[in-house]
């Protein structure tokens, strides 16, 4: 039976049900957002996807049109229908703690209609030892006994936004399974669309601690390159500059500073493992350190603003370029971006954001970079967007009167010399 069920239909289920639905599976997707369903139905998404050429909005019209995609908030429906389940269900964390209801939640739906012979895949990002500890006893709840009636196994999701259908394809893919029928089985299924290879682990614990620690790495890094960007700011260097000239090193491979880290994957990886390891009496110190210093950024970058504010007298009022929580991203969740806008609101700085790409609504976002720009001097960016015509901002203030933090090295001290307005770089 070439039917999948995908069960979330977020910034990774719903690429990659499309991604099944292209091989000629039929997918049904399951999410338990009314309003999320109701606009898939219609077509619609906001997402910030493509694949050779096409965008995900023309792609999840076709699949509709043909029947292979096929959203919905039934899991009895789509399960009757499904041999194979792939979960994608986010795990938070709120106060610095995972937050396991909207799995747990899945996982009884899943045992409430779980048949003999189905696979479960799991491909969220989790605290090491889920899967078996938490997962693994809601379905056999059923009554249905792993490796014996239903298979269980464990896939790490390894994409980045924006890159979701070409990584699917050609990233190489981490799994685990409960037996040996359960790899086989999932195995089988990721090779439906992975053209990379397989890995396959001894445990579903390794797969979930080797994706954690995929992720906590970039938080260390960022971490490390942003306390660099401290020391060269106070030697009147370019970071970036410092940056491109190390990375010219065939072993190094810096990252780039920015406003903070955000998104639902590095912020939380901390925390995913911390909450393991404090059952295990372990103290991560680096990884604390790192996750805490990154933490601190925004603040950072608001006490930029505002001594820039005090350095040039200018107005208290600054546009904001970029909402998201990455360059190119319609992804605002976590975003450090909101960080910064809410704390220079509450030390009274009035404030006009800009991000065409991000579709939720703030009362302190506008719809165009003109109205942004309106009657300000300080304008602060925090994410390159298509849609975000940086060149334009001088048609709006004259550059005699622009002052620009830049957080992404969009302009050089070259540009602000040449225009005649200020820079100011982190």
């Given amino acids: 039976m070439n039917n999948v069920c995908v069960i979330g239909l977020g910034y990774v289920g719903l690429p990659l049900a499309l991604s099944f ?13 009314p309003e999320l369903i109701s606009e898939l139905q219609k077509g619609e998404t906001h997402h910030l996807e493509s694949y050779k050429g096409r965008t995900i909005q023309e792609i999840l019209k076709d ?15 789509a399960m009757q229908a499904c041999d194979d389940i792939i ?9 610095g703690k995972p937050y396991y209801e909207y799995l747990i939640s899945c996982a009884k739906e899943i045992k409430n209609n779980l048949r003999k012979n189905q696979l479960v895949l799991l491909r969220s990002t989790v605290v090491p030892g889920t899967t078996r500890n938490v997962f693994l006893p809601i379905l056999e709840e059923s009554g249905l006994k792993c490796g014996k009636d239903f298979y269980l196994a464990y896939a790490s999701e390894r994409i980045a936004e924006g890159r979701a259908f070409e990584e699917f394809e050609n990233m190489p893919t981490a799994l685990a399974g409960f037996c040996e029928v359960s790899t086989k089985r999932a195995v089988d299924l990721i090779k439906v669309i992975c053209k990379e290879e397989v890995v396959v682990a001894s445990s579903f614990e390794v797969v979930e601690t080797a994706k954690v620690i995929e992720n906590l790495q970039r938080d260390i890094n960022i971490a490390m390159v942003n306390e660099f960007e401290r020391f060269t700011k106070a030697m009147n260097l370019d970071i970036f500059e410092v940056i491109k000239v190390a ?15 955000g998104g639902f994957c590095i912020p939380n990886a901390f925390y995913y493992l911390n909450a393991k390891a404090e059952e295990m009496g372990v103290e991560l ?10 933490e601190g950024i925004p603040a950072y970058i608001s006490d930029l603003v505002i001594n820039t504010i005090e350095k040039y007298g200018a107005k208290r009022k600054v546009a904001v370029l970029g909402i998201a929580m990455k360059d190119y991203s319609s992804d605002d ?4 971006a909101l960080e910064i806008i809410e704390m220079l609101r509450q030390r009274g700085v009035e404030v006009k954001a800009f991000d065409p790409a991000v579709k939720k609504e703030y009362d302190f976002k506008v719809k165009s970079l003109k109205e942004a720009l309106e ?8 994410a390159r967007q298509h849609g975000i015509e940086f060149d334009k901002i001088f048609e709006y203030i004259p550059p005699s009167r622009a002052i620009i933090i830049d ?10 010399k040449e225009k005649g307005f200020i820079l100011e770089k982190i």
């Fill in 21 to 33: 639905a292209m091989k000629g599976y039929k997918v049904y997707g399951v999410d338990s957002n």
């Fill in 63 to 77: 699949q509709l049109q043909s029947g292979n995609f096929v959203p919905m908030l039934d899991y009895k429906e």
């Fill in 87 to 95: 979960v994608t269900v986010p795990i938070p964390v709120y106060g």
């Fill in 247 to 261: 990375n010219t090193h065939k072993r190094v491979n810096l990252l780039y500073p920015g406003p903070g880290v």
């Fill in 285 to 294: 110190k680096l990884s604390k350190t790192a996750r805490m210093f990154n």
């Fill in 333 to 336: 969740r976590l975003s450090p």
């Fill in 375 to 382: 009657d300000v001097e300080i304008v602060l960016i925090l």
């Fill in 407 to 416: 957080t992404r090295d969009v302009f050089t001290q070259h540009d602000a």
